[in-house]
């Protein structure tokens, strides 16, 4: 993100705030907007997207909450662990088939779990000896009644052993009967829970020690990770998406005041307007095909669109989504 031609450069670094910064962003929250001309001592607020333009009034900034600035300026480091999240998994897929010849591996660092009842075996046994900390990344809003009833028995089985745990998963998960009876389920305090539009495929890990992932698109294969540098790469790619996603605690962030379009109702028209088709969606967002429609009609009689072409070109002109990712 570039700084306006007419805007000097500011003695102190992109990642920090100056004193100027600090009182002129506080004025512009009690005021509401300020004049272009008033914030030239602090162009750090530009460049931190703490102030953008008022779409009324070129001449006027208005300010955005610290949590949308922190998301647009992550919007980039982002795209890069989703592509160095695919590019994992691709090696993953290259790789797998040789983890069965390499059994004479003394460490055992990558193990290959073949079946449901292997892999729920280990996740069983992973979860009953933790004992500082769980994190996971569940893809996809709806959870079956059997996920969540194994989910439950392996977060207590942590939390007995003094464990907190972490959680990430999709927007729509916020609406899931079982999502919400699984929370009311766990002890208090000991459970963090935060949801995001677009997320990586299942992850898991134990104590920062050993870490699962999916070998297969239908989940019937899994690797079970103890080497050390992997664990750790895998724990950091969580802490990036932990720090995008919203708590559940939250409200998630809507279109434009007065626009009336739900968070996920916003998420299916940015993945609309860069293209994607109803089935693209719908598995981006993880739920059914069906329910993606019937948002998406929800979505054209929020904004008078006669046809999927003129809600397109509607969402182009709105700005309500914001700009395409490359």
């Known amino acids: 993100m570039g700084m306006d031609p007419g805007i000097p450069n500011h003695p102190h670094s992109t990642t920090e705030l100056c004193e100027p ?4 962003y506080s004025e512009s929250l009690r005021r509401g907007r300020l004049p272009r001309a008033e914030t030239a001592p602090a162009p750090c607020l530009i460049e931190m997207a703490l102030l953008h333009p008022d779409p009324r009034d070129p001449t006027m900034l208005c300010p955005a909450t610290p949590s949308a600035a922190l998301a647009h300026l992550l919007q980039p480091i982002t795209r890069d662990v989703y592509e160095q999240v695919r590019r994992s ?10 983890a069965a010849i390499a059994s004479e591996d003394p460490n055992l660092s990558i193990t290959v779990l073949e079946g449901k009842g292997p892999i729920g075996s280990a996740l069983k046994e992973a979860a009953a000896v933790a004992e500082t900390e769980v994190l996971t990344a569940q893809p996809g809003g709806h959870r079956s009644p059997e996920q969540i009833q194994q989910g439950l028995a392996n977060g207590l089985a942590a939390v007995r052993r003094g464990a907190r745990l972490r959680h990430i998963y999709q927007h729509p998960a916020r609406y899931s009967a079982p999502v919400r009876s699984y929370l009311e389920q766990m002890p208090p305090g000991r459970v963090q829970v935060r949801t995001m539009e677009l997320t990586i495929d299942r992850l898991i890990i134990f104590d920062h020690a050993v870490a699962f992932i999916p070998a297969t698109a239908a989940r019937d294969v899994a690797l079970q990770i103890r080497h050390p540098a992997l664990v750790r790469y895998l724990a950091q790619v969580y802490e990036v998406l932990w720090a995008q996603a919203t708590p559940i605690t939250e409200h998630l962030q ?12 916003l998420s299916i028209a940015r993945l609309l307007v860069e293209g994607h ?22 979505l054209m009689q929020a904004l008078d669109a006669t046809s999927r072409t003129h809600l397109g070109a509607l969402l182009v002109q709105s700005g309500i989504t914001g700009p395409t990712r490359t």
């Not at 998994?89 to 040789?98: G, I, K, R």
């Not at 809507?254 to 109702?265: N, S």
């Not at 088709?277 to 929800?298: M, N, P, Q, W, Y």
């Open 21 to 24: 910064a600090i009182r002129l």
């Open 89 to 98: 998994a691709a090696l993953v897929d290259s790789l797998a088939p040789l």
């Open 254 to 265: 809507t279109a434009a005041p007065g626009t009336p379009v739900t968070a996920v109702q």
């Open 277 to 298: 088709h109803d089935e693209a969606v719908a598995r981006a967002l993880g739920f059914s095909v069906r329910t993606c429609r019937t948002h998406i009609a929800k």
